[in-house]
């Protein structure tokens, strides 16, 4: 099937970004101008000017980019229309609603979320499809306030899943133990991403509190927080790291880390399988 068919019979209608919360004044107004613009284009209503040359696809790549800088509670037709130095107006007759356009933003991450063909090795599948997912997210951390929590987002989503699915299809798994291992797997990588995007904002912060101070007082502080919890008597797993100088958060050893945490969720997938195909 054409992948234009698919958008045009697309089943699920849009959904609303409030979670149960009162829509917004900002929220409510462009849902009126959305209403309003889309009667006007029935009619065939057209943007002036140089708006008319805008594009879905450069309002979509405006709207990551804000997103990408600031999270997705950034996002409206009017801060998308001042970085694209447009009226906000004219974006409706490219993109129907606030909701549509995350809608567009979501597929569009999709087509770059690399998901491989089975190989026969579904151990090597799974961890492809992990490193991929974590590449993704922590580029499009916002990405994580959307995913599991309403329907594909259109074919591109649609697809990805159908591919993931296939992938854990190797496994001999039925489809409840599958869906359960692919909701296992995706919820260790986004909490790989977050814990990694916690140690970025811990470590600025430190940096901060650090630039003030000279190497001889930043030396001055380590040891005496040493001392602290070596005279206390009550930390010797603690103090253990520290005078092996183990730093947990190391920037360096995220990779690492991340590969350390997947192989233990991998083994335990191979655990749950009556017999390991890989």
């Known amino acids: 099937m054409d992948e234009r068919e698919d958008e045009q019979e697309w089943p699920f209608p849009s959904v609303p970004r409030a979670y149960g919360r009162p829509a917004s004044r900002t929220e409510r107004r462009e849902r009126r101008a959305a209403d309003h613009i889309g009667r006007h284009k029935e009619h065939g209503w057209q943007p002036p000017g140089r708006e008319r040359r805008l594009s879905q ?73 992990a490193r991929s997912q974590r590449a993704s ?9 959307f995913l599991g929590s309403r329907p594909p987002s259109g074919p591109n989503d649609a697809r990805q899943f159908e591919r993931m699915l296939t992938l854990i299809d ?24 977050v814990r990694e995007h916690q140690e970025e904002r811990g470590q600025r912060a430190e940096e901060l509190l650090d630039a003030g101070l000279t190497e001889q007082e930043r030396a001055a502080e380590a040891v005496r927080i040493g001392d602290w919890f070596r005279k206390s008597g009550k930390y010797p797993h603690i103090m253990r790291i520290m005078e092996m100088g183990i730093d947990p958060d190391d920037p360096k050893t995220r990779d690492e880390r991340f590969e350390f945490g997947l192989d233990i969720v991998i083994d335990g997938i191979a655990a749950q399988l009556p017999q390991d195909p890989g």
């Open 170 to 193: 190797q496994t001999g798994l039925e489809p409840m133990p599958t869906m359960r291992v692919l909701m296992t797997l995706a919820s260790f990588v986004m909490g790989a991403v």
């Open 57 to 129: 696809e450069e309002i979509v790549r405006a709207a990551i980019a804000v997103a990408d800088a600031e999270g997705p509670e950034a996002i409206s037709m009017r801060r998308i229309a001042r970085e694209l130095r447009a009226g906000a107006m004219s974006l409706y007759y490219y993109v129907g609603s606030k909701e549509d356009l995350i809608d567009a933003m979501l597929e569009e991450m999709e087509r770059e979320l690399d998901i491989p063909d089975p190989s026969g090795d579904w151990r090597a599948d799974l961890r492809a499809f």
């Open 137 to 145: 997210l922590l580029k499009h951390p916002w990405v994580m306030d």
